[in-house]
């Protein structure tokens, strides 16, 4: 099995399924894990030196941040139900507790931090939609914790892909310092499909192919990208949900298309 894929574990006394940090990836930023809780079922944590975005990928929670509760947070049934989640930023050096007012999904998305910033309800409202591409390289995307909202070093966004479609294609990276040209950014993929049974492919990989490799990637698996390019396809009959975390030294997702494809959208078929 590729070591950039991260397959679900059977839940953990937490109701913990994926932990992805950065020293089990080999990289500097970005931390994820995902929890699938019952209805009462509480997790605590404390945020240390990172800031933490807590997605609440479905169902309902109450969420305590230090002395500040917010509560009944999440409205979502399904990640394909066309809706937006709620999520709830936290600085750093704050306590966390998380109370499931239902089943609950949930994501604790993180990066190293600074401070300075407040917890806050990110509601979907506030989340902007777009959809990009054209043909079969159409998919939406929401940005739960874009660049242009306040946050130190994460990044964070959810994208659905229809049936038959491409999704981050054509090929593109961020892995280099060099801005405005590019930036540097690590990367988590948290995929699911609708019906569950389905599956997808990713491929990752680099310029030299020091990195090459292509995932047949299931419900509830996790893909990591420390470099490359990293295109997604989803066969027809199935649609794709990934739930992406960025985060590198600098707060900018700025891209570069794989030189080899970027014609598929600079210039007509050949």
């Known amino acids: 099995m590729s070591s950039l ?5 059977v839940p953990n006394s937490e109701g913990r399924v994926h932990s992805v940090t950065p020293q089990s990836a080999g990289w500097d930023h970005v931390g994820f894990e995902l929890f ?14 990172r800031e933490t975005c807590i997605v609440m990928v479905t169902g309902t929670a109450d969420v305590t941040v230090g002395d500040i509760s917010f509560n009944d947070i999440g409205t979502r049934k399904s990640v394909f139900d066309g809706t937006a989640p709620h999520a709830v930023y936290v600085p750093i050096d704050r306590k966390i507790l998380v109370t499931a007012k239902t089943d609950l ?27 990009r591409g054209n043909g079969a390289n159409i998919r939406h995307v929401c940005n739960i914790l874009p660049e242009n909202e306040p946050a130190d070093s994460l990044l964070v966004v959810e994208v659905i892909t229809p049936s038959g479609n491409w999704s981050s294609y054509p090929p593109h990276k961020h892995d280099t ?30 310029d030299d192919r020091s990195i090459d490799e292509t ?13 490359g390019y990293h295109p997604v396809g989803v066969p027809h009959g199935y649609d794709l949900y990934y739930l992406n975390v ?13 030189p080899a494809h970027d014609w598929i959208v600079t210039k007509p078929f050949p």
Request: charged share 25%; aromatic share 6%; with cysteine.
């Open 5 to 9: 894929l991260v397959k679900p574990e």
């Open 36 to 49: 699938k809780l019952k209805t009462g079922d509480s997790i605590s944590r404390h945020s240390h030196d």
């Open 105 to 131: 999904t949930l994501a604790l998305c993180s990066a190293p931090g600074i401070g300075g910033l407040e917890p806050r309800v990110i509601t979907p409202k506030k989340m902007d939609k777009e959809t």
């Open 177 to 206: 310092d060099n801005l405005p040209v590019e930036s540097n950014l690590e990367e988590t993929y948290y995929h699911r499909l609708n019906p569950s049974q389905g599956f997808a492919f990713q491929r990752v990989y680099t």
């Open 215 to 227: 995932m047949a990637v299931e419900d509830g698996d996790v893909v990591m990208v420390p470099k």
């Open 246 to 258: 960025m985060a590198g030294p600098i707060r900018k997702w700025h891209f570069n298309n794989d």
